[in-house]
């Protein structure tokens, strides 16, 4: 079975900081990686997703993450954080049986508050 | 673009009643759509998988006749709760299977039963 381990719930920087979030998963086959963010009030949005190729990936807002197969992680990383980052992130994972048209296995979110 | 809607966006029902729920995709067609239920400060759970003109599939332990699944067009898919009791209170929230070999979500649904 899938899972999806983000090892940090809840984060608490000032603005202009640098953001790293964890995420591990484990899956037994090829796998498509997500980030979304969901603002207070909003729904879930995509950040960034990795299917192939390059594993650095770049996404919007200046978020981008890196695919590491040997580590089994898809850590998130933004250079500079704003006020407005302020959300909910989860990573996500699906099995690449149909070019992603699986369901997605969600981690439990990393509750991000950035102090002005 | 890519465009996910639910409706309704909250509903409060009493216990043993069926609540029904919409999932459009407004501006694009969606083959397959999904399901998924959060509870209070935890993640997103997938319930089950829409495909248009054919039989949800399911996940382990989620009860296929409490929640029934019909996916009639291809940007239109329902979620009934049925019989619902308190224990089903939580947010209900859809997805489709849009371009770029994304899912859009939709804003959630919030179920209430008293």
């Known amino acids: 079975a899938q899972s999806v381990s983000q090892h940090n719930h809840h984060v608490i920087l000032s603005e202009a900081a640098s953001l790293e979030l964890g995420c591990n998963y484990s899956y037994g086959g090829t796998v498509n990686l997500f980030w979304y963010v969901q603002y207070p009030g909003q729904h879930l949005q995509l950040l960034l997703k990795y299917f192939s190729g390059d594993p650095l990936v770049k996404g919007i807002k200046g978020f981008e993450a890196e695919f590491i197969k040997s580590k089994f992680s898809f850590n998130l990383r933004k250079p500079s954080v704003q006020w407005s980052d302020t959300a909910e992130y989860f990573c996500?994972?699906?099995?690449?049986?149909?070019?992603?048209?699986?369901?997605?296995?969600f981690g439990k979110g990393t509750h991000l508050i950035i102090q002005p | 673009g890519a465009v996910v809607s639910q409706h309704p966006s909250w509903v409060i029902c009493k216990s043993g009643t069926s609540v029904k729920i919409e999932c459009r995709s407004l501006d694009f067609q969606a083959t397959t759509m999904f399901w998924y239920r959060q509870f209070p400060k935890q993640s997103l759970m997938l319930m089950a998988t829409?495909?248009?003109?054919?039989?949800?599939?399911?996940e382990q332990g989620v009860e296929k006749d409490k929640f029934l699944i019909n996916h009639a067009s291809l940007t239109l898919s329902t979620l009934t709760v049925t019989s619902a009791h308190p224990e089903d209170s939580s947010f209900y929230i859809c997805?489709?299977?849009?371009?770029?070999?994304?899912?859009?979500f939709g804003p959630g649904t919030r179920l209430t039963v008293l």
């Open positions: 997805s489709a299977w849009g371009a770029g070999l994304t899912q859009y």
């Open positions: 996500a994972v699906n099995g690449d049986s149909g070019g992603g048209a699986d369901g997605l296995t």
């Open positions: 829409s495909n248009e003109g054919s039989k949800a599939t399911y």
